[in-house]
């Protein structure tokens, strides 16, 4: 017998890392191995939440994170995530304006009609969930057959570069509150390099949204759907598309493109609050961004944010509205880590509960008069 | 895409963050210290604030010995020591404690007295002990400063009304240097007096709640308790009032383990810390290695320096 019950630990580690490894070839000799670019774009919208909760935009790590993560959303932003580790900061860009995106897909819920024009793109919002049968067996050349169909069908349609966004048109009807030009010149708080301690600025907020576990964060904010929060959003606008990224220039400091990344933007409208000051009632604002195409994060996050800007303001009135509560426990990263943790050997700590168990019951069995 | 990674894993600058925050939590003895605390690759909750720390801490040709439940072998400790040993190259590792420079430990602090050379980094999973009687961090911060710990002590006392007997069994709120109470980690009590006057520097790192506190050298540490109810460690006497021995090496004077002999289907007892057990070796018990910590002495200290809020 060993020493104690879990000696033979490293042994058994190099054990299970093989038996986890070899379960990815169990398909047989027909298998090949997954090849990230497949992982990128056929498992585009996985791909898409793993590199939103990783919190670093690398579409190349975050494939090889989901194949090694063998598809565990959890586990491949993690992996990422801990990459992000080892990375300096270098730099950082200035503001990035959104309404520079290339869009792929952009709705407003609000109006039927919006400047630019609705432009519905990849979704399935409106298919119905069916079985595709005829995925199941697909040829090589059924698959290649897709995209040479979509060319051929489609016409070269001049697509703007750019869309201007829907809230514009409702602050020039004085509808939303004018933009705080105060708070654009205050730097945004680095979440990364600086531990939450409360209360926190919004940006801390939306930063630590932006890279939130997808389920945490839609769970929280269907709770202030359902009733326990009165945010009653409307989707003003939801666009997905590409954002340049800009650096300045090392040489001229001239501003330059060096980049872009995907990303998905929501603002939700929602009704206006009784003010203390006689300013002009408006509508207030939400907002949620993310990396990738995520929408269902993107909104989540906008209600979240209206409910905590609320919260900040008034004192929380239910768990949505309460920035410890929403802030502290969104992140996947952390969350699935401590729930991980129970597995590991407690051994000492249930000794020592037990130790307590047992003295108590020997004093409720002895029926000591209470000191 | 190279595997080389840089010394002790994490960047310069997050290592230097950290050791700042280390010298501010030294000169605040039980003090929370904020931090960004970066992700590590393994899961929050396994040690991610003491790996930070070991890794910012830990120089060439140093030796650290790495512990779980007091275990060098167990799974975690194992996973731990190497993932140091494959970022850190030209350090050593050991397993005896007196050989280590840094010890890394969850759940235990060592049975043999560490020296003031020594370090000891334990793994936090809770850092506010007043999490139990206030959930707002913001709010907990108050009461720290203004030492303010009632609630706290309402909560031992409501365990006496109720259970005649504080139920507190590990993470036994300590008060440091007659300011701060901190969570001393999930040590068992037994471990407590340790930290008291403790000769090595003790660090806490909580990962996942991004804290960082420390108990310096030569600070006092006093279990909460009441002057007509005192802190008690583990009791580990059996139905006859002997004090139970390590099945292996015989011990009287150790944190012991119990668990069921699969062979045989009885209940056994070993001692914790394998290091320790090693050393005692399977011989006759010595007095001299009695540790300062025995139930009695504990009570009589407790009546005459102990917290009095009775």
Known sequence: MGYVAIKGGGQAIDGTKEVFDFLRTRQGDQASPLDTDTIEHQLRLLHSRVISEGGVYHPRLASLAIKQAQGDTLEAAFALRAFRSTQPRLVETPVLDTENMRITRRISAAFKDIPGGQMLGASTDYHLRLMRMDLLDESPEQFNAVTKKWFAERENTDIPDTFPKVLDSLRAEGLLPQIDTNQRTQNAFDITREPLIFPVPRSAALATMARAEQGSLLAIAYSNMRGYGDVHPTVAELRVGYLPVLLPHPITGEMTEIGEVEMTECEVVAMYESSETDDQPTFTLGYGACFGHNEVKAISMAILDRALQKGMKDGPSNPSEDPEFVLLHVDGIDSMGFCTHYKMPHYVTFQSDMDRLRSTQQKYTQKEPMS | ?310
């Open chain 2, 1 to 310: 895409m190279s595997n080389s990674y840089p010394f002790g894993f994490l960047d310069e600058y997050a290592k230097k963050e950290i050791r700042r925050t280390t010298l501010k939590a030294v000169a605040l003895p039980g003090y929370q210290v904020p931090y960004s605390s970066r992700e590590m690759p393994m899961g929050r909750g396994f040690g991610t604030g003491g790996l930070q720390l070991t890794l910012s801490l830990l120089g060439k040709e140093e030796t650290l010995k790495v512990i779980d439940q007091g275990s060098d072998d167990s799974v975690n400790a194992v996973n731990l020591r190497s993932f140091i040993e494959m970022t850190c190259k030209g350090i050593n590792t050991t397993t005896k404690t007196h050989e280590a420079d840094i010890i890394q430990s969850r759940h235990r602090i060592p049975e043999k007295p560490l020296r003031e050379d020594q370090l000891i980094v334990l793994q936090v999973p809770y850092p506010d002990p007043l999490v139990v009687v206030e959930p707002s961090e913001d709010k907990r911060k108050t009461l720290h400063g203004e030492a303010d710990y009632s609630r706290l002590l309402v909560k031992l006392y409501e365990d006496i009304v109720k259970f005649n007997e504080i139920t507190i069994s590990h993470r036994y709120p300590t008060r440091i240097n007659d300011h701060y109470v901190i969570d001393p980690s999930p040590i068992p009590r037994w471990d407590v007096p340790k930290i008291n006057q403790s000769k090595a520097l003790i660090l806490f790192g909580a990962g996942r709640e991004k804290k960082i506190y420390a108990v310096p050298p030569y600070t006092k540490a006093e279990p909460l308790a009441f002057e007509d109810v005192p802190f008690r460690v583990e009791d580990f006497t059996d139905e006859n009032s002997q004090r139970r021995a390590c099945k292996r090496c015989g011990c009287t004077n150790s944190f012991l383990d119990e668990f069921i002999d699969s062979n045989k289907g009885e209940k056994v007892y070993q001692c914790s810390d394998a290091d320790w057990c090693d050393e005692q070796g399977g011989s006759n018990i010595t007095e001299d290695r009695t540790p300062e910590v025995t139930n009695e002495s504990l009570e009589n200290s407790n009546k005459a320096g102990g917290l009095a809020h009775g």
